[in-house]
């Protein structure tokens, strides 16, 4: 396996009829802030319970820090840290009272908890709030609450599912910070999201998943040069016009994508491509010149379908 902290091969989760993972190949290095995209159904969820050694895997191979989940469980788990997608602290019990509680699991003293639970309320800036009751803690301060809970075991791997939802733009920035410093720490993240802009700035790779398989792979930058261009002209017409121009719009860029209230033009060349728009001579209510992002990768692999 070499560096590799994950190993999956043909991996597949069935419940019934329903293929869930469908022979996916994968793998993660340690020390890598790795991300699983994938509207909902895709089969996220299932890979990190497989991952997580809490939902056995239906055929392939996986190998998680040198461990077969199905064989060595209880002890992969021990090396894990786990971030859920609901927060389900106690909230009756205060923030420190909280770690040392889940920290019991693991065997830890009394004495090396309340030194651990120090450094984890200061890490995840809530020393203030130690003695506060969870319930009295903004959804901000709960989401850092259960990452450092996550973190009480000293893990090789965290394990984030869906870290920032809910949130804030500040509460979401002050997290990823966090996530940012634990990396540089050499722990190896995993991380699910529906956050183009949260996987661009936390991933050095990622897979988008869709259908129980991988349709793509690579670091945010490779997924866009690969699968989108550059820049992204968006125009925008009067009600009516865009369906009369549709047909001249084709052509001028890359890849033209026409939706019911605007085109989006994907090109190398934006400042060319509104030269060409001009020429149409039918004038746009707006135009806007932008990069392209990972959202604009999701949604060609991915579509614009509402999934429910």
């Known amino acids: 396996m070499g560096d590799a902290l994950i190993e999956a091969r043909g991996l597949t989760k069935q419940f019934g009829d329903l293929t869930a993972v469908d022979a996916i190949d994968f793998s993660v290095d340690r020390g890598e802030s790795f991300g699983f995209l994938g509207p909902n159904g895709a089969g996220k969820t299932s890979t990190m319970r497989m991952i997580g050694a809490v939902s056995p895997i239906s055929a392939g191979t996986l190998q ?12 992969l788990r021990g090396r894990l ?7 389900n602290l106690d ?3 205060t923030a420190a009272e909280n ?5 019991r699991y693991f065997g830890y003293s009394r004495n090396v908890l309340a030194e651990r639970t120090g450094e984890l309320l200061d890490f995840v800036q809530l020393a203030e709030k130690r003695d506060a009751k969870v319930q009295a803690l903004s959804g901000g301060m709960k989401r850092r609450l259960t990452i450092a809970r996550g973190l009480i075991n000293d893990p090789e791997m965290l394990i984030l599912d869906e870290p920032t939802t809910g949130l804030d733009p500040q509460a979401r920035h002050i997290l990823w910070d966090r996530l940012y410093r634990l990396k540089q720490e050499g722990v190896t993240l995993i991380i699910t999201t529906h956050y183009m802009d949260e996987a661009e700035q936390l991933c050095d790779r990622l897979v988008v998943m869709d259908k129980a398989q991988i349709v793509a792979e690579g670091s945010p930058l490779e ?28 052509g001028i860029a890359k ?11 994907y090109t ?11 020429e149409i001579g039918v004038e746009p209510e707006t135009i806007l010149v932008r990069r392209s992002t990972l959202e604009d990768v999701f949604l060609r692999l991915t579509g614009r379908t509402l999934v429910d």
């Open 64 to 75: 998680v820090l040198g461990l077969d989940p199905m064989v060595r469980g209880p002890e």
């Open 81 to 87: 840290g786990v971030v859920p997608q609901e927060n």
């Open 91 to 93: 909230e009756e019990l």
């Open 99 to 103: 770690l040392m509680m889940y920290g």
């Open 223 to 250: 997924l866009i040069e690969h699968h989108s261009r550059r820049e992204v002209v968006e125009v925008r017409y009067p009600p009516g016009v865009l369906d009369d121009i549709a047909e001249h719009l084709e």
């Open 255 to 265: 890849r033209t994508e026409v939706l019911a209230d605007r085109a989006l033009l």
């Open 268 to 278: 190398d060349d934006a400042e060319a491509t509104v030269h060409e728009i001009g």
